[in-house]
């Protein structure tokens, strides 16, 4: 086992991985930018050392100085978190070649997976099926717009390198094809230096549904179950569950064996997460994409499961096998994360940053779980995402665990800076997401302008 682990992130997540490798005997390092100087994963680590400016380029995305702080430090290991350097495959391979542990998978791997257009043929050759769409990239307006009559709209552009949201968009028709495409290659283009893109048929309405899994490196892959997450603003998840009310037994184990195929057909190491879209009305799925990390929405996964997946994953970097085997997963309960953002819902969800006056963060009670880096008199700086706390909930089925979000959303106070709490209460209380009857354009097209009038 490592005796130093490095965290290359900041927030909830470093927080997180403090926690979890303290539980293993290993001391801890953390970063952090000068806008970061008090934040609470600095105070929590054993040792913390500056690694720029506020700017994440100047920083948390800076390699050299991340990777010079690890040397400087004897950091045998650096977890990436999500977000940054999680997926780039350039900092996993020189963390290979310095022998500093990169905790998630190899550089080759997330080339592999990272980029869609290679995914996609990944998954055709292991047989989980895939969304009808172009064979390749597509890097302009007039080849788009031949792949996308050969398909019929409505069709969906996607960065080939993207994620995150990023190099999007739904195209409805002929006209619209042209200025979108050059929108979303230069979005993509901006964020992850390439602007190429690929193009799927749409498949609507639909359940965004994925799938958890662990593999080590003996060869062993195991899958924790789905998590719902087809409660999206512009492409974004907003309120996480599991498991996914759209789905029995038999489509659960269908699901579950595709991953377990996907992860094995590239022999994934560490944690990852297998993306499907479900077509409800067919009970047809599609493989999405591969996220090569741990997500944002973990937490409700170890709640039905009761494995600790970034544990796991230290486990796994130090060469362990997993600690279960699929025969030893059992699904128990609901689970249901929602994000809390620093963010006025009232004015297009635009970021708040400012200083924490005052704070209350809901505890008490059996399946209830706050992840948080904030604390009162904390000032969240204006240079990152906004997200500030995620509020998880167990129950022994989804009823028990809708009431038991809306008790800790009721009992939640951040006062200083305006958050989306009250936006995440009337969400859990409406009685189309109470019944489970919603898809991945239910907050956009239904939710949001009903709460847009109400509010004005």
Not at 73 to 87: C, D, N, W
Not at 105 to 123: H, L, T
Not at 239 to 251: D, V
Not at 372 to 391: C, E, F, L, Q, R
Request: glycine share 8%.
């Amino acid at each position: 086992m490592f005796k130093k682990l490095l965290i290359a992130n900041r927030g909830e997540i470093a927080v997180r991985i403090i926690r979890a490798a303290r539980e293993l005997g290993i001391s801890t390092v953390a970063v952090y930018s000068e806008a970061d100087k008090d934040a609470l994963h600095t105070n929590l680590a054993d040792e913390a050392i500056c690694i720029g400016p506020a700017r994440s380029t100047e920083s948390y995305l800076n390699m050299n100085a991340v990777l010079s702080a690890a040397i400087v430090t004897g950091a045998q290991a650096i977890h990436p978190g999500f977000g940054f350097l999680s997926e780039n495959s350039k900092f996993a391979t020189m963390c290979e070649e310095l022998n500093i542990k990169f905790i998630g998978p190899a550089g080759s791997v997330m080339d592999k997976m990272g980029d869609k257009i290679n995914a996609r043929a990944e998954m055709i050759k292991a047989q989980v099926p895939v969304i009808p769409g172009s064979d390749g990239e597509v890097y302009t307006a007039d080849e788009a717009l031949e792949v996308a009559e050969g398909l019929g709209y409505p069709v969906m552009l996607k960065a080939s390198a993207g994620g995150g949201g990023k190099g999007i968009r739904k195209v409805k028709s002929k006209e619209e094809l042209a200025p979108a495409f050059e929108s979303a290659s230069q979005e993509a283009l901006a964020a992850f230096g390439n602007g190429a893109m690929y193009i799927e048929k749409v498949i609507y309405p639909a359940r965004h549904i994925e799938v958890q899994i662990l593999g080590d490196s003996f060869g062993n892959i195991v899958h924790l179950g789905e998590r719902d997450c087809s409660l999206q603003r512009n492409n974004q998840k907003v309120l996480e569950e599991s498991p996914s009310i759209a789905i029995g037994s038999t489509l659960r184990q269908k699901m579950g064996d595709a991953a377990v195929r996907a992860a094995k057909a590239v022999s994934y190491e560490n944690a990852g997460t297998i993306e499907f879209l479900l077509d409800e009305a067919s009970g047809q799925f599609y493989f999405m994409e591969m996220n090569t990390r741990v997500q944002v929405e973990h937490p409700v996964t170890e709640f039905v499961t009761g494995v600790d997946i970034v544990r796991e994953q230290i486990r796994i970097a130090a060469g362990q096998e997993l600690s279960v085997s699929q025969e030893d997963i059992q699904f128990t309960g609901h689970a249901i994360e929602c994000r809390i953002n620093a963010e006025n819902p009232k004015f297009n969800f635009a970021p708040c940053p400012g200083k924490i006056t005052d704070l209350y963060l809901p505890s008490g009670g059996v399946g209830l779980r706050v992840d948080s880096a904030v604390y009162n008199g904390y000032t969240i700086p204006p240079y990152y995402d906004s997200m500030i706390a995620k509020v998880i909930v167990h129950g022994e089925n989804r009823f028990d665990a809708l009431m038991k979000m809306q008790r800790a959303l009721y009992e939640l106070e951040i006062e200083g800076v305006v958050t989306n709490t009250e936006f995440q209460l009337d969400l859990i209380s409406d009685q189309n997401v109470i019944a489970g009857d919603y898809d991945t354009s239910f907050l956009m097209e239904t939710f949001l302008p009903a709460y847009q009038k109400t509010e004005e």
